[in-house]
């Protein structure tokens, strides 16, 4: 009889101690699971302070075709970023306006992701600034640099990206098309003058003063009578000039920017942005002139003139601008968002 209640005990013990012993035992591997976990991270993710503070659940990682080897090189969208702000923006501007230019450049990659309609295939962007934006690798950028600076201004391009990890432009909670440029000659130009397209309401001409201390904002080109004869030429077969009359050179029109809208030489107009291309000029902001037998351009500003330009982001940031004001300067309406 004693052994039979012996018995009981050590079932009716064993019933509570198993399921014990084996929760015991998964939370022992678990504890173990989790511990090899940690020692495997990669050396640079933990040396990463802020991991934990930032997760891109999309785009974490983007596709980037290398233009001149056609070879694709998969990074992290961040360290991606290093390489397009270093390449766009002067690293010796303001830490709001690289700021501003990170989340600009972050804004343009996820908006050619979603719109580029694949356009390079199996890549996500390129690092052609004619195509889609610049990038430099680190090693090249460092070495442009001289070496009494590189450490700080490396720093800088970091922290401008690290300190807006994730952070995007939105319009109606849609990432615009973030264009910039260097020099808006103090007001930008709306899309519509530049490429013809419209459906951008956040593109609108926005003043900005201060640009005129930039090396960008003055710059001229002259050419000879005949070097003008060719370049147009080359483009209307049709082309002819008597340099002799009054009238032969004529800005018809400007934009609302002040820039060229339409000229005219000889027999054909040409609009301020083919001007630009055709002489080579740096903006279609530009005034002309007969000088003897040259013809000279003077012209104001860099680039097309649509977005953020990059030296009025710095003035603002010289000014005490945030990089939130920088970016709702320069597009009307926006929000910034966590992507
Ligand atoms: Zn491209």
Redesign the pocket.
């Known amino acids: 009889m004693k052994k039979v209640i012996l018995y009981i005990f050590i079932i009716v013990l064993s019933a509570f101690l198993i399921p014990i012993l084996f929760t015991m035992q998964f939370d022992f591997e678990n504890t173990n699971m989790a511990n090899a976990n940690n020692l495997e991270l990669p050396p640079e993710i933990q040396e990463m302070p802020n991991i934990e503070e930032y997760n891109y659940n999309e785009y974490g990682t983007i596709k980037l075709?290398h233009e001149k080897t056609s070879q694709i090189e998969e990074l992290p969208i961040d360290q991606y970023l290093y390489g397009v702000v270093s390449a766009e923006m002067p690293a010796n501007f303001e830490i709001e306006a690289l700021k501003a230019q990170a989340i600009v450049a972050r804004t343009y990659t996820i908006y050619k992701i979603k719109n580029s309609g694949g356009?390079?295939q199996d890549a996500d962007?390129?690092d052609?600034s004619d195509?889609?934006q610049a990038w430099i690798t680190k090693e090249d950028r460092l070495n442009k640099w001289d070496e009494g600076v590189r450490e700080e201004y490396w720093g800088k391009i970091v922290n401008a990206v690290d300190s807006t990890k994730g952070k995007i432009i939105t319009y109606e909670n849609e990432p615009i098309n973030a264009f910039f440029h260097s020099n808006s000659g103090g007001t930008t130009e709306i899309p519509l003058n530049v490429w013809g397209g419209s459906g951008y309401p956040y593109l609108q001409v926005v003043e900005t003063s201060g640009e005129d201390a930039y090396s960008q904002y003055n710059s001229e080109v002259e050419l000879s009578q005949s070097e003008v004869i060719e370049k147009i030429k080359a483009v209307h077969s049709e082309f002819e000039i008597d340099f002799s009359k009054e009238d032969a050179i004529q800005i018809l029109e400007y934009t609302e920017s002040q820039r060229v809208k339409t000229i005219k030489f000889g027999n054909v107009n040409l609009s301020g942005v083919e001007a630009r291309t055709i002489f080579g000029l740096r903006s279609a902001k530009f005034s002309v002139e007969k000088i003897e037998d040259k013809i000279k351009f003077t012209v104001i500003g860099y680039g097309h003139g649509v977005g953020m330009s990059q030296t009025g982001a710095d003035v603002l940031a010289k000014q005490g601008s945030s990089f939130e004001d920088i970016i709702k300067h320069f597009y009307v309406g926006v929000e910034i968002q966590n992507l």
């Open positions: 075709l356009k390079h962007i390129c052609s195509c889609c």
